[in-house]
């Protein structure tokens, strides 16, 4: 699902266009805790908010990424949160869009618990010749520290 949020356009000077857009992406998951071996229902909402340049070089975004983590134990109903933000990305539009593959790692923390729930996933970020992204998240690793 994508919801484009808001959408603002500058003139820096009278060759330069530059738009703002926020993007949201949501995607689930079911992922064993190593912790405590309970299967987690887990959502992360990925917030991709995008600048785009326009002049006399072509068209190109930049974007930054926000991932907000949530997540329920199916049977004790614990529940996990976690929050990570970067991810800056530079596109080149003029050649149709780009693909960008970046590294994440997060922490996951139930209330009244120790922060040693560590994810590790690839966020997939793909924006195309109109400017649209969208993104995918892999999860590589799920480890007990």
């Not at 229902?41 to 340049?53: F, P, Q, R, W």
């Not at 002049?55 to 949160?81: A, C, E, F, P």
């Not at 400017?131 to 690793?141: E, H, L, Y």
Request: contains cysteine; aromatic residues 6%.
């Amino acid at each position: 699902m994508i919801i484009a949020i808001g959408l603002c356009t500058h003139q820096l000077h009278a060759q330069t266009d530059v738009t703002r857009t926020i993007w949201t992406i949501t995607q689930t998951f079911a992922v064993e805790n190593p912790c405590t071996e309970e299967i987690v229902d887990l959502t992360v909402i990925m917030t991709i908010e995008s600048h785009t340049v326009t002049n006399k070089n072509g068209t190109r975004m930049y974007t930054k990424q926000k991932h907000v983590w949530d997540g329920i134990g199916r049977t004790s109903g614990l529940r996990y949160h976690g929050i990570y933000s970067g991810s800056g990305h530079r596109h080149d539009l003029n050649n149709g869009g780009s693909t960008v593959h970046s590294k994440s790692n997060i922490v996951l923390v139930s209330k009244g618990s120790s922060a040693n729930w560590h994810l590790k996933y690839i966020t997939h970020e793909t924006v195309n010749a109109n400017g649209a992204p969208t993104a995918s998240v892999d999860i590589n690793n799920s480890i007990c520290k």
